[in-house]
């Protein structure tokens, strides 16, 4: 049966924190789902060609690369999963999907309304070829989201008037976290809004059906200097 099924193979650009978490989900995937196609993890990507080959050995992919453009040029892979920082999101996805490759690309998607347009638009003439691309918004596929989406859809909580999220993540609230990128601007973009606010504001339209129209917020850095890594 597997034989009769097309093969699809994945590379994935960026091997990081969402790398490992990405590997597990291609490796997992087909082991808990039906899948109509059969994965094969086919190249990992990074800039540090060592650091990439011991990353590649232990998350399961069968080549490496150094430079993203040779990934995305590979005959031998169909889909792109970008887990970069966010300063890079827009140039390789709009580069996957003018070469007919389907994108998985992490949040936040992109650093500016221009740079999300831009992917945006290119997604859609990739979709009247048949090419999907979606953001991974991994709370989308929680069960106990969907029962929430199902539940307001049916009427069965009654009006809906008032929307709570909260993201309890508090690993940079830590002063003595070292700096990284994404606490520098120029790469993170909106930084923690972005990057875990993200999430609530897009399980919010899910669950309730509604569109966000407008924002008004306060903000604050609290941590205002960090050391470097060793």
């Not at 979606?134 to 009006?159: K, Q």
Request: aromatic share 6%; proline share 3%.
């Amino acid at each position: 049966m597997n034989g009769t099924r097309p093969v699809l193979g994945v590379g994935m650009i960026g091997h990081a924190f969402m790398g490992a978490a990405h590997s597990q989900a291609w490796r997992s995937a087909p082991r808990f789902f039906d899948l109509p196609v059969q994965l094969r993890m086919s190249v990992l990507a990074g800039r540090d060609g060592a650091r990439a080959r011991a990353a590649a050995d232990k998350y399961g992919w069968a080549g490496v690369e150094t430079d993203w453009t040779r990934v995305v040029a590979r005959d031998d892979v169909d889909i792109i999963d970008i887990c970069t920082p966010g300063d890079t999101h827009a140039e390789i996805a709009i580069a996957a999907l003018e070469a007919g490759k389907h994108v998985l690309c992490e949040k936040p998607l992109a650093n500016s309304v221009a740079e999300a347009e831009a992917m945006a638009g290119a997604a859609q003439r990739a979709a009247a070829r048949g090419i999907r691309a979606m953001c991974g918004f991994t709370y989308r596929r929680v069960p106990a989201a969907r029962l929430m989406a199902d539940l307001v859809a049916e009427g069965a909580i009654g009006t809906l008037r008032h929307v709570r999220a909260s993201y309890l993540q508090d690993w940079l609230a830590d002063p003595a976290v070292p700096m990284s990128w994404r606490l520098e601007r120029d790469r993170a973009g909106s930084g923690a809004l972005g990057d875990i606010g993200a999430h609530a504001v897009d399980l919010a339209q899910y669950v309730t059906g509604d569109k966000i129209t407008g924002v008004a917020a306060l903000s604050s850095t609290f941590v205002t200097r960090r050391g470097l890594r060793d």
